[in-house]
C-alpha cells in the first residue's frame, strides 16, 4: 500500500542540539513534499514544501529538508533547535498526476529541553 | 486574507446522533479537503472537494460524507455516529488541486 513512514515517533533533545527527522514514502514517479508542525494548542502549518528543482528546500524558522529521489526520502533538518521548537511534525505527500490528495505520515513529537 | 475558518471549534454529541461541520476556505481557494485527527491513526484523509466536484475520498465509511457549494465553502456529515469518532476534523484549503494547502484550526468533535 501506498504510504508515508516517519519512523521517528519521540524525539527528545536539549537546546541547540541538531536535529534530523526521518521521512520516506513507497510512491513511485513525481510526487510533490510537505512537512507540516503542530505547535500544542495550534492549528496545522506549512514549514517547508518541495515541488521540483533544487532539491535542498529552505524553509521558516531555520528548517530545511533534503528530496533523495533514489532514497525515496524527504528529511527534516535544523542545525540547532529551540525550546519553541517543541511540536508535532508530520511530513506529507501528494501525486499530482494520478491523485491530489495529501497522505500524511503519523508525525513525530519533537520534545526540547532548556 | 482571513485564514481557513470551522465552525463550530467544539462540538459534543451522543452515540447515534449525527453532526455536520463546516468549513469556509480562503478567499479564492478552489480545493478544500478534509481529514480526521487522532492520538491512535493520525492525520488520514477524508475527502477532497474542486469546484464542486469530490475528486478524492479516503478510506472512510459511507457515514462520512460531504459536499462543496459554489462559493468553495465546505460541509462534511457523519451520520450514525460512534465512539470512535471523536477526533480533530482539519479543514484545509488550496487555490488549486495540487498547490500547497492551509489548514484551518479544526472542529473537535467528542462522542459520548
Known amino acids: 500500500a501506498q504510504s508515508v513512514s516517519q519512523h521517528n515517533h519521540h524525539v527528545i533533545l536539549s537546546e541547540a542540539a541538531s536535529l534530523e527527522l526521518g521521512c520516506n514514502y513507497s510512491?513511485?514517479?513525481?510526487?510533490?513534499l510537505f512537512w507540516y508542525v503542530q505547535y500544542p494548542g495550534q492549528h496545522l502549518q506549512l514549514l517547508l514544501k518541495?515541488?521540483?528543482?533544487?532539491?535542498l528546500v529552505k524553509g521558516i524558522k531555520g528548517f530545511e529538508a533534503e528530496f533523495i529521489k533514489s532514497k525515496f526520502s524527504f528529511n527534516l533538518r535544523k542545525p540547532s533547535v529551540q525550546w519553541s521548537d517543541t511540536a508535532e511534525y508530520f511530513c506529507?505527500?501528494?501525486?499530482?498526476?494520478?491523485?491530489?490528495?495529501?497522505?500524511f505520515g503519523t508525525g513525530t513529537r519533537l520534545q526540547v529541553f532548556p | 486574507k482571513a485564514g481557513v475558518t470551522q465552525t463550530p471549534r467544539y462540538l459534543i454529541k451522543t452515540r447515534g446522533q449525527q453532526v455536520t461541520l463546516s468549513c469556509s476556505p480562503i478567499?479564492?481557494?478552489?480545493?478544500v479537503s478534509w481529514y480526521q485527527q487522532t492520538p491512535g491513526q493520525g492525520l488520514q484523509f477524508l475527502f477532497e472537494?474542486?469546484?464542486?466536484?469530490?475528486?478524492n475520498k479516503g478510506n472512510f465509511p459511507g457515514r462520512f460524507s460531504g459536499r462543496q457549494f459554489s462559493n468553495s465553502r465546505s460541509e462534511m456529515n457523519v451520520s450514525t455516529l460512534e465512539l470512535g469518532d471523536s477526533a480533530l476534523y482539519l479543514c484545509?484549503?488550496?487555490?488549486?488541486?495540487?498547490?500547497?494547502?492551509?489548514f484551518g484550526p479544526g472542529t473537535r468533535l467528542t462522542v459520548l
Open positions: 484545509a484549503s488550496g487555490p488549486e488541486l495540487e498547490d500547497e494547502q492551509f
Open positions: 510512491y513511485g514517479g513525481t510526487v510533490n
Open positions: 518541495y515541488f521540483s528543482g533544487d532539491p
Open positions: 506529507a505527500v501528494n501525486r499530482p498526476l494520478d491523485t491530489d490528495k495529501l497522505i
Open positions: 478567499s479564492g481557494h478552489r480545493s
Open positions: 472537494y474542486f469546484s464542486e466536484t469530490q475528486r
